[in-house]
């Protein structure tokens, strides 16, 4: 493996190695504090709030294509068509994996349900439908997406000297992250649910290079889910 290959992989690895070690051990941390007195949720959204600064450092040290130009028109219109699409895509699918026979066998899932429920209405709105986003959006779109398509060239030059790396490049990085973004959800049901909205997140990330697409798209399908299943 050449040392250029090999730098860009490390400048992906570490920075998702530093969110899963730090996201985890914090809950713990805040578990052994709190848990008994808030509950697990709380504790998860103190570890979201310690973790966004970390993770957004990151996002801008890294080189990836970003738009700086203001939206105009028909491109608010492709904005929010993917947020509205991916929203109506994310609550149908998630009541779809959360009918399937895996979510009664599945023991990560139960933990991890039981986790994200065991607070009020506010608190998980709070945790689950706006940090949680913001965090895994800066992690596995805008770091971990982005970074692995601008293998591919960060200018339009580049890409006009090797179309077929660069679109090469953005499939893997759509892939990649959706992949990487189910696996780290540690149970069958939501790697199923998680891997395929994360492809279409990546899509609506390497179609806009606008962050806060899809982090408005991955907030609002949780704040759908919340309400559907709290109310």
């Given at each position: 493996?050449n ?15 530093t969110?899963?070690?730090m ?10 504090l709190?848990?008994d ?5 709380f ?6 709030v310690?973790?966004?600064p ?18 105009e028109?028909?491109?608010w ?6 947020i ?8 149908a699918?998630n ?20 986790i ?9 709105i ?12 800066l992690?596995?779109?805008?770091i971990?997406?982005?970074q692995?398509?601008?293998?591919g060239?960060v ?8 179309p077929?790396?660069?679109?090469g490049c953005?499939i ?8 990487i973004?189910?696996?780290?959800h540690?149970?069958?049901v ?9 492809l279409?997140l990546?899509a609506?990330y ?13 907030g609002?399908?949780n704040?759908?889910v919340i ?5």
């Amino acid at each position: 493996m050449n040392t250029k290959l090999a730098r860009r992989i490390f400048e992906v690895v570490y920075p998702l190695f530093t969110y899963y070690i730090m996201y985890y051990c914090l809950q713990l941390f805040f578990a052994s504090l709190f848990i008994d007195s808030f509950g697990s949720l709380f504790c998860l959204c103190l570890a979201a709030v310690c973790c966004i600064p970390v993770q957004y450092r990151f996002y801008r040290k890294v080189n990836i294509i970003r738009s700086v130009e203001p939206l105009e028109g028909r491109q608010w219109l492709i904005c929010i068509g993917w947020i509205i699409g991916i929203v109506l895509l994310g609550v149908a699918c998630n009541l779809a994996v959360s009918r399937l026979p895996l979510a009664e066998v599945s023991e990560g899932y139960e933990t991890t349900s039981q986790i994200l429920n065991d607070g009020s209405l506010f608190l998980k709105i709070l945790t689950n439908a706006c940090l949680v986003p913001v965090l895994e959006e800066l992690l596995y779109r805008g770091i971990i997406c982005g970074q692995i398509e601008a293998w591919g060239g960060v200018s339009p030059s580049k890409w006009e000297e090797n179309p077929m790396l660069h679109r090469g490049c953005i499939i893997a990085a759509v892939v990649v992250s959706a992949l990487i973004f189910g696996a780290l959800h540690m149970n069958v049901v939501q790697f199923l649910y998680a891997g395929f909205l994360g492809l279409f997140l990546g899509a609506a990330y390497v179609s806009t290079h606008r962050l806060w697409v899809v982090i408005a798209a991955h907030g609002l399908t949780n704040l759908m889910v919340i309400l559907a299943t709290s109310l």
